[in-house]
């Protein structure tokens, strides 16, 4: 299994500021995927993060609102740009396994309050 | 759009006890997850099943699935404290390979000692 750091852990925002979250993975991997958890709530996938090429964002998710990197096979970067209180979430990544592809590993986490 | 969506919300159980928790999903699917997180940190896989199986089972965890319902379900039995989490059931969004997954809204399940 793929084991996955995520920094920072967690974080308090002002608003109209900008937070970017790495994740880290200790293998390559093809997919990786990003997450957000909304107090009390279920995830939603918010982009698929592609190396080499643009992210892929699930509808209602944009590119100048939450900017992915992906410059290698192990890392990967959100950015949550001009936060409200609304973004205040858990945001996850994830990769899928080398193994059965369908099943994902999930970082810790990063859970962001925005004031 | 949330393809899962489980029953009970929460569920309260004496260790010991069997937990029950029920997924229904809306479209197709090739298989169906279970996940696990404890408070708010990452989701730890649990098992998965795949569309042409009713059943499946590992370690204390059973899960069916029925296709004809769009339902399954996920049975922990001899429950411990450390099971104590909250379960979601996940489908891939567009069902091959790696893909993104959607969530159902998750059962939140409280092992009482």
């Known amino acids: 299994s793929a084991v996955i750091s995520q920094k920072p852990s967690r974080d308090i925002c002002q608003r109209g500021t900008s937070l970017t979250i790495q994740c880290q993975v200790d293998?390559?991997?093809?997919?990786m995927f990003w997450y957000r958890q909304q107090p009390g709530q279920s995830l939603t996938l918010i982009a698929t993060?592609?190396?080499?090429?643009?992210?892929?964002?699930e509808s209602g998710f944009v590119i100048d609102k939450f900017p992915i990197s992906r410059p290698n096979l192990t890392f990967s970067t959100l950015t949550v740009s001009n936060m409200s209180p609304e973004d205040s979430s858990i945001y996850l990544c994830?990769?899928?396994?080398?193994?059965?592809?369908?099943?994902?590993?999930f970082g810790p986490g990063t859970r962001l309050l925005v004031l | 759009s949330q393809q899962g969506e489980e029953d009970p919300q929460a569920l309260s159980i004496q260790e010991g006890e069997n937990a029950t928790m029920n997924c229904s999903y809306k479209?197709?699917?090739?298989?169906l997850q279970w996940y696990r997180q404890n408070s708010g940190r990452g989701l730890v896989h649990l098992i998965l099943?795949?569309?042409?199986?009713r059943e499946k089972h590992s370690g204390r965890l059973r899960v069916t699935l029925d296709t004809s319902k769009k339902s399954s379900s996920l049975l922990i039995t001899a429950s411990r404290a450390a099971d104590t989490a909250s379960y979601f059931c996940?489908?891939?969004?567009?069902?091959?390979?790696?893909?993104?997954?959607?969530f159902g809204k998750g059962t939140h399940l409280i092992i009482q000692p």
């Open positions: 099943i795949r569309s042409n199986e």
């Open positions: 993060a592609n190396q080499g090429s643009e992210a892929t964002y």
């Open positions: 293998s390559q991997v093809t997919m």
């Open positions: 994830s990769v899928a396994a080398s193994g059965v592809q369908e099943t994902q590993y």
């Open positions: 996940a489908t891939g969004m567009r069902g091959g390979g790696a893909d993104g997954l959607t």
């Open positions: 479209t197709s699917i090739n298989n």
